[in-house]
């Protein structure tokens, strides 16, 4: 398996607080992608990373903000947590867009309160 | 939206049959590849076409693309109930991001 991890895995946060998720990934891949899954939508890309320092925005970056300040971490923040945030967000990595897969976290599920 | 659609949304069949989930893009494409979901798991890289390819094969699984007509389809032969998963598309369409489609739920019943 590829060495990517989340955490934590699952959260509980009430409505207004800051909630900061983390992906770390052993594996030197230069391209993160934080990703939210909800029924009838599939993933939607939030932000993504093709380097150090180097982020964009995704279909549906409002609302949340990334941090890339080394290759291995990849942080997503959601600076005033809404009940419209609950979902279960997803971590991803891979080597370029080419050519290559995308390995996937195991996900996290943030419930918004 | 940036996604793509695939079709059906959802599609149940019996074990020993085959399923066809398709996908359609937006804008033109280097590769497309389809990943698997098993309930509460992050999503596992099946295959990958590039655009100059027509039809690609892995075991029990065949995909093809038209860039004409900007689709790609997904073939599971003899599906067994182990197949029963979401299946998604994903594509390089806008450049560095990686875009996925809604999904496909199969259902494969013993």
Same mark, same amino acid.
């Given at each position: 398996?590829?060495?990517?991890?989340?955490?934590?895995?699952?959260?509980?946060?009430?409505?207004?607080?800051?909630?900061?998720?983390?992906?770390?990934?052993?594996?030197?891949?230069?391209?993160?992608?934080?990703?939210?899954?909800?029924?009838?939508?599939?993933?939607?890309?939030?932000?993504?990373?093709?380097?150090?320092?180097?982020?964009?925005?995704?279909?549906?970056?409002?609302?949340?903000?990334?941090?890339?300040?080394?290759?291995?971490?990849?942080?997503?923040?959601?600076?005033?947590?809404?009940?419209?945030?609950?979902?279960?967000?997803?971590?991803?990595?891979?080597?370029?867009?080419?050519?290559?897969?995308?390995?996937?976290?195991?996900?996290?599920?943030?419930?918004?309160? | 939206?940036?996604?793509?659609?695939?079709?059906?949304?959802?599609?149940?069949?019996?074990?020993?049959?085959?399923? &066809?989930?398709?996908? $359609?893009? !937006?804008? /033109?494409?280097?590769?497309?590849?389809?990943? +698997?979901?098993?309930?509460?798991?992050?999503?596992?890289?099946?295959?990958?076409?590039?655009?100059?390819?027509?039809?690609?094969?892995?075991?029990?699984?065949?995909? &093809?693309?038209?860039? $004409?007509? !900007?689709? /790609?389809?997904?073939?599971?032969?003899?599906? +067994?109930?182990?197949?029963?998963?979401?299946?998604?598309?994903?594509?390089?369409?806008?450049?560095?991001?990686?875009?996925?489609?809604?999904?496909?739920?199969?259902?494969?019943?013993?």
């Amino acid at each position: 398996d590829a060495g990517i991890t989340q955490s934590p895995r699952h959260k509980v946060t009430e409505t207004g607080t800051p909630v900061t998720l983390r992906c770390h990934q052993t594996e030197n891949h230069r391209y993160m992608y934080w990703y939210r899954q909800d029924p009838g939508h599939g993933l939607r890309l939030i932000h993504y990373s093709y380097g150090v320092k180097d982020t964009d925005k995704g279909e549906v970056s409002d609302g949340y903000s990334v941090s890339r300040s080394k290759t291995e971490d990849f942080l997503l923040t959601l600076e005033s947590a809404t009940s419209s945030q609950t979902s279960v967000y997803f971590c991803a990595i891979s080597r370029d867009t080419q050519n290559t897969e995308a390995f996937f976290g195991q996900g996290t599920r943030l419930t918004v309160v | 939206s940036q996604q793509g659609e695939e079709d059906p949304q959802a599609l149940s069949i019996q074990e020993g049959e085959n399923a &066809t989930m398709n996908c $359609s893009y !937006k804008t /033109s494409i280097n590769n497309l590849q389809w990943y +698997r979901q098993n309930s509460g798991r992050g999503l596992v890289h099946l295959i990958l076409i590039r655009s100059n390819e027509r039809e690609k094969h892995s075991g029990r699984l065949r995909v &093809t693309l038209d860039t $004409s007509k !900007k689709s /790609s389809s997904l073939l599971i032969t003899a599906s +067994r109930a182990a197949d029963t998963a979401s299946y998604f598309c994903a594509t390089d369409e806008y450049g560095n991001k990686l875009v996925f489609g809604a999904g496909t739920i199969l259902r494969v019943k013993s």
